[in-house]
């Protein structure tokens, strides 16, 4: 375990702050995954309002207590990756097609601009499809989704 | 914009009631937005709304009920403050007061329009309450023009109809289809004669000599006379048909991929970033090749093989109604059988066809960059990357293969066995003494085309599906909409002056927000230099203004007018772009500068050239302005490409010009070069400068900083020194980094007035 050379603390605002070991501080810091897609628990950097990073987080799994709560917390708030349980329907099997889906984060719809928009990760099993509007949706395990939803998915890939 | 389904538009229309019984009598709503998600960030309904005393809010509750939690509401003081921003497509907003957060919201970024709504009304609110006056209600920027901004709706198509639409490209030659298809009807006609002709030839001659008569010479003459006739007339007609109908698909085929090209250059920008080269010469080349043959031989044969089969039919139920009966028997089975397959075979050539780009894209990704893969030793890499491109593309062929190889001889099997009814059923009518030898044979006959025919028709599923995939990847580029709109009725721009307004402009990349809230008045004549750190959004900026990308939010003017209701070519023709990755197309030197305006005489291509201090060099090369410059300006160095880009935009002589970086890829001694060709470009044009090196900007009236897609700074140099703000920071931190004889350069940044006479420096 690394002891860490700064304090996280969150004020009245809602914002973190960052007091560094020479006691510089720094309100409302992010927290940002530098790998989020690869890997999510290393490399986790405090950005400074100014956009710099103010300190650096080299494995996430090294910290505990309060401030690794703080961090994730925070982490929570700004990663918004809903994972794609099931397809109900696409309106087209050409783009850009709107589909109608079942995510961990409830019932939802979207826009899927091209195919590329599709991007196959580890092996073609993992999808990350990013909507019109700029989310991400991920497939975790296309093999893990049911009969119908893969069929209309195969359409697509 | 918003593309709700119904059950959510009736939660939102709740929500709309539920709002109204918390209002009091005389309040009104001035603005509301959804809030679509919750605190969690699972996907709920909720709702913010302002009236002109209140923020109300409606947050949305945890995810399994639909209900939502009682309405909170906050007195507007002056005070409270709302915060915007937006990371990986999820919107927040925050309510402060002066000591603490007061809520959060959440919302995905279809929501933005109605968040930045809701907070320019807030804004104006909390303004007027804090000032005391009655704010200035329903300047809601009513002109701006929303009919721009097509939404794109995926509208559900069924795949294989997708070939129905080539017709748009069939209209012009509908005569000649025409004629094609009465030759293609006379033909078939002609080929259907000689197993009729085996009838009397049968019963009339070779079954009366075999039972003891003499032929008849005079009759034997007439029917293979009439055979040979018949064979020539179908030879001579089905010459006719093939080649009217060859020419006719030759050129929908051509004119398809002309008008798709032609599409494909109008789309804006980010089409383009977001597509990979290979995958859409793939499509311009192959896809519309294969509509083509699928055009002049698949569905023509099609067409015909239909016809034989109508005609066939016809004349077998004539000569004996139950045996033809008993023939067409089996056709519904393969039609039956036609159409199980079809899905499968469809989605498989789809994917087939992506794999496929797939392939391509490996080429197209690695020959251009082959000096990195050679210069880093990965030749192995990329060949192992096409292999397993290939691999798949193996894979996905082997899969699909297995249905369709099933397909074939399933056929043939049918076709066999259908002939086999054929013969018994026909034998027992001859035995009974209800047709004669010479029908039955000629029905044999008749069926065997018959039959092979419905082999090769067979073979129309897998060719049409593959037409019709390929149609629709090519509708897919036609159906695009450039995000970069012409105009329903474009004002015209002749003599512009070249002031540019920027008014709040705001544009998102994805769910990046590159730029916010930006404003900047550019007057006429005026050389503008932007800096600021790499990834601020300098060239965003100047991509908006070359109109590459619409702005998200606010408007650009040029001479008072949005520039987005000029047309897009016209506007773009006062506008002279130098990039800093010159691209030199394929052609002489001469064509190369004359490219915006080919009209242009020799004379002015080399004034153009002579102004941009590209002429000695030009001189120098073995054929002069007729030297061939390649791809990427091969045996040119950058500095000289530079320079005959720099004489391409003179020679257009736009009002507005745009420095992206123009001098960032060259050393400091052709930088001087170019510079010296640059300053006169910039004589008396309105000037957009991107620069790096803040030397480059030493003639520029006013310089702006930019900082994460803000404009922080703009004055001249000598005040912003002064300031130490933004721009003092980063000249210092160049200042500092430079060496002795850029150093040297830099001095004399400040004392600039008369251009030119500064170089003294570049004696090494």
């Not at chain 1, 918004?80 to 097609?97: E, G, K």
């Not at chain 2, 996907?43 to 302002?50: H, K, P, S, T, Y």
């Not at chain 2, 009807?185 to 008569?213: E, H, K, R, S, W």
């Amino acid at each position: 375990m690394t002891a860490l050379d700064f304090t996280l603390e969150r004020n009245p605002f809602g914002r973190l702050v960052l007091t560094l070991a020479d006691g510089t501080r720094h309100e409302g810091v992010t927290p940002v995954r530098a790998f989020p897609v690869a890997a999510p628990l290393e490399g986790v950097s405090l950005v400074a309002t100014d956009g710099h990073e103010a300190a650096w987080v080299p494995r996430l799994g090294d910290v505990s207590g309060p401030t690794r709560d703080l961090i994730e917390q925070e982490l929570a708030s700004r990663e918004f990756v809903p994972h794609i349980q099931r397809l109900v329907s696409v309106t087209s099997f050409s783009t850009p097609s709107t589909w109608q889906i079942e995510t961990d984060r409830g019932l939802t719809q979207f826009v899927l601009k091209g195919e590329e928009d599709i991007r196959r990760l580890e092996g073609r099993r993992k999808l990350m499809i990013a909507s019109e509007e700029g989310i991400h949706f991920l497939v975790p395990d296309v093999h893990a989704l049911d009969k119908a939803s893969r069929k209309l998915l195969e359409r697509f890939l | 914009m918003q593309q709700h389904q119904n059950p959510v538009k009736s939660l939102e229309a709740g929500l709309q009631e539920r709002l109204q019984t918390e209002l009091s009598p005389a309040e009104n709503v001035l603005a509301t937005f959804p809030v679509d998600l919750n605190a969690s960030l699972h996907f709920a309904q909720g709702q913010v709304a302002l009236t002109e005393r209140r923020l109300l809010a409606c947050m949305p509750a945890g995810q399994a009920s639909s209900g939502s939690t009682p309405w909170q509401s906050w007195a507007l003081d002056g005070v409270l403050v709302l915060r915007q921003s937006d990371h990986g497509g999820v919107g927040t907003i925050e309510l402060h007061d002066a000591h603490q957060r007061l809520a959060v919201w959440r919302y995905t970024l279809r929501a933005h329009e109605k968040a930045q709504q809701l907070l320019q009304a807030f804004e104006r609110q909390s303004e007027a309450i804090r000032t005391g006056q009655q704010p200035l209600r329903d300047e809601l920027d009513g002109s701006e023009d929303d009919e721009d901004f097509g939404s794109t709706d995926g509208q559900a198509k069924p795949s294989t109809w997708v070939l129905l639409r080539l017709w748009r490209f069939a209209h012009p030659y509908r005569f000649q289809l025409l004629l094609g298809f009465v030759l293609t009807l006379a033909a078939t006609a002609a080929t259907l004669v000689p197993p009729y002709l085996t009838i009397p030839l049968m019963d009339d001659i070779l079954i009366p000599f075999q039972n003891g008569q003499k032929i008849e010479n005079r009759l034997v003459y007439m029917y293979l006379g009439g055979l040979l006739l018949a064979a020539l007339a179908a030879w001579g007609l089905n010459w006719a048909r093939t080649y009217v109908l060859a020419l006719v698909s030759e050129r929908i085929g051509a004119d398809l991929r002309t008008t798709t090209y032609e599409h494909l250059l109008k789309l804006s920008l980010d089409y383009f970033g977001s597509k990979r080269t290979g995958d859409l010469m793939a499509r311009i080349g192959s896809e519309t090749d294969r509509i083509n043959v699928f055009l002049s031989l698949h569905a023509l044969d099609f067409a015909t093989d239909v016809l034989m089969i109508v005609m066939t039919s016809a004349i077998l139920f004539s000569i004996n109604p139950w045996l033809a009966l008993v023939t067409l028997v089996p056709l519904p089975f393969i039609a039956w059988m036609i159409h199980v397959v079809r899905d499968k075979l469809r989605t498989g050539f789809e994917k087939i066809d992506r794999v496929w780009s797939e392939v391509t894209n490996v080429l197209a990704d690695t020959i251009p960059g082959i000096r990195v893969v050679k210069a880093f030793a990965q030749e192995k890499r990329e060949a192992e990357r096409f292999r397993a491109a290939n691999q798949h593309n193996l894979e996905v062929n082997d899969k699909l293969n297995r249905i369709w190889s099933l397909f074939t001889p399933t056929v043939s099997l049918l076709t066999e066995i259908g002939l086999l009814v054929v013969w018994a059923f026909g034998i027992w009518l001859v035995s009974r003494g209800q047709i004669t030898v010479g029908v039955l044979t000629a029905f044999i006959a008749y069926i065997g085309r018959f039959y092979t025919r419905l082999d090769s028709m067979s073979r129309i599923v897998s060719v049409t599906q593959k037409a019709a995939a390929g149609a629709k990847r090519i509708f897919d580029i036609l159906d695009h909409v450039s995000n970069v709109p012409e105009p329903a009725q474009p004002v015209a721009i002749t003599h512009p002056q070249g002031r540019i307004e920027m008014r709040n402009i705001g544009f998102r990349y994805g769910s990046r927000t590159v730029i916010r809230d930006l404003n900047l008045d550019i007057r006429p004549g005026e050389m503008i230099g932007l800096v600021g750190h790499s990834g601020s959004g300098k060239s965003t900026l100047v991509n908006l203004i070359s109109r590459f990308y619409d702005v998200t939010d606010g408007a650009i003017r040029v001479d008072g007018t949005d520039i987005r209701r000029f047309a897009v070519a016209d506007y773009r023709r006062h506008i002279g772009l130098v990039l800093q990755e010159p691209f030199l197309f394929f052609g002489t030197i001469a064509e190369n500068i004359a490219y915006g305006r080919p009209e242009a005489t020799r004379d002015e291509i080399v004034a153009a050239a002579r102004a941009a201090h590209a002429h000695d060099f030009i001189l120098r090369l073995p054929q002069g302005y007729d030297s061939l410059v390649g791809e990427r300006g091969q045996g040119l160095s950058g500095g000289e490409r530079q320079r005959i880009s720099i004489a391409r935009a003179l020679l257009i002589d736009p009002r507005i010009l745009i420095l992206d970086e123009a001098t960032s890829a060259v050393d400091t001694e052709t930088e001087k070069e170019i510079q010296k060709a640059l300053d006169n470009l910039v004589l008396g044009r309105t000037t957009i400068a991107i620069a790096h090196r803040l030397s480059t900007l030493r003639k520029a009236d006013r310089l702006v900083v930019m900082d994460r897609g803000r404009v922080v700074e703009v004055d001249p140099h000598d005040e912003l020194m002064e300031k130490k703000g933004a721009y003092w920071r980063l000249y210092e931190a160049q200042v500092r980094r430079v060496d002795a004889q850029d150093l040297e350069d830099m001095g004399l940044v400040p004392a600039v007035a008369a251009p030119h006479s500064e170089h003294p420096a570049g004696q090494a």
